[in-house]
């Protein structure tokens, strides 16, 4: 059973940052997506970034400039730097792994990202 463990999530004023951090706690050795949901009270779960096991990443509009998604392949571990935080950012902030082999889907269990004005 694969188990996504998150980390580094808190609350902040508006402006600063935040580290999020998921470990995989098993090694994949095929190709892979890992990277982080997120979802505000009220509203659907939608993306946030995205990196594959190729270093390729993708990221939602709302984030881009202000967010990086990183990966360490030996560790299975993904971390999103978030700089200059608003307040639309709170959510709880999932951590996802896509194996694209069998296409089985993981979820974190949540962190919750506050941001206060």
């Known amino acids: 059973q694969v188990q996504l463990v998150e980390s580094g999530g808190g609350s902040v004023q508006a402006g600063g940052s935040l580290r999020l951090s998921c470990a995989a706690s098993?090694?994949?050795?095929?190709?892979?997506?890992m990277g982080w949901y997120r979802q505000a009270p009220g509203k659907q779960r939608e993306l946030v970034a995205v990196?594959?096991?190729?270093?390729?990443?993708n990221y939602a509009d709302s984030v881009k400039g202000r967010f990086t998604i990183s990966r360490d392949n030996a560790k299975n571990t993904v971390f999103l730097q978030m700089n200059s935080l608003k307040p639309e950012d709170t959510a709880v902030y999932y951590c996802?792994?896509?194996?694209?082999?069998?296409?089985?889907?993981?979820w974190g269990q949540g962190t919750q990202v506050t941001v206060s004005s």
């Open positions: 996802y792994l896509k194996t694209i082999l069998t296409g089985a889907d993981y």
């Open positions: 990196v594959t096991s190729g270093s390729t990443t």
């Open positions: 098993v090694i994949f050795f095929s190709n892979n997506v």
